[in-house]
């Protein structure tokens, strides 16, 4: 069974769902996307049904710029999920968009292979990775701004 079936069959991937479709849509094209309120205009990362500001249902989404800063960062080099164990070693952090909103993301390694060029509070941009690892795996990727 292929990595990517194991993954569907365990959950892992939503990135056909309701909710997360036009997310994982969005980064398959290299486009960066978070919902917006249609009637307080809060931005809002993740998808969520309502809006956690006004609770409104009336959600869209809009196009970010994709810069903001690495509020922190792991490097997973043992023990990942089983799933993930391939991937190992591999960066996640956590960004806080420029336009408020913060998500996790995997980070590109630099051109030595490593993270270690990464600190915390560094500025990063969004550099999507192609659209077959988005397929496999709907995750926003950044890199040193
Ligand atoms: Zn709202």
Same mark, same amino acid.
């Given at each position: 069974? #292929?990595? /990517?079936?194991? =993954?569907?069959?365990?959950?892992?991937?939503q990135n056909d769902t309701e909710l997360t479709g036009p997310f994982a849509a969005?980064?398959?094209?290299?486009? =960066?996307?978070v919902q917006k309120c249609n009637d307080c205009a809060a931005l809002i990362m993740y998808p969520k049904y309502r809006c956690p500001a006004c609770f409104s249902g009336s959600l869209g989404w809009e196009q970010v710029s994709g810069a903001g800063q690495l509020q922190t960062f792991t490097i997973l080099r043992?023990?990942?999920?089983s799933t993930f164990d391939v991937e190992a070693p591999y960066g996640i952090g956590i960004v806080k968009l420029d336009e408020g909103p913060q998500l996790m993301c995997r980070l590109h390694p630099?051109?030595?292979?490593?993270w270690d060029?990464?600190?915390c509070n560094q500025?990063?941009?969004? #550099?999507? /990775?192609?659209?077959?690892?988005?397929a496999e795996r709907a995750a926003a990727?950044?890199? #040193? #701004?």
């Amino acid at each position: 069974m #292929a990595t /990517a079936d194991v =993954l569907k069959d365990t959950g892992y991937i939503q990135n056909d769902t309701e909710l997360t479709g036009p997310f994982a849509a969005a980064l398959a094209k290299g486009n =960066l996307i978070v919902q917006k309120c249609n009637d307080c205009a809060a931005l809002i990362m993740y998808p969520k049904y309502r809006c956690p500001a006004c609770f409104s249902g009336s959600l869209g989404w809009e196009q970010v710029s994709g810069a903001g800063q690495l509020q922190t960062f792991t490097i997973l080099r043992y023990g990942p999920p089983s799933t993930f164990d391939v991937e190992a070693p591999y960066g996640i952090g956590i960004v806080k968009l420029d336009e408020g909103p913060q998500l996790m993301c995997r980070l590109h390694p630099g051109p030595d292979g490593t993270w270690d060029h990464y600190v915390c509070n560094q500025r990063v941009s969004f #550099a999507p /990775a192609d659209a077959a690892e988005i397929a496999e795996r709907a995750a926003a990727w950044f890199t #040193a #701004a």
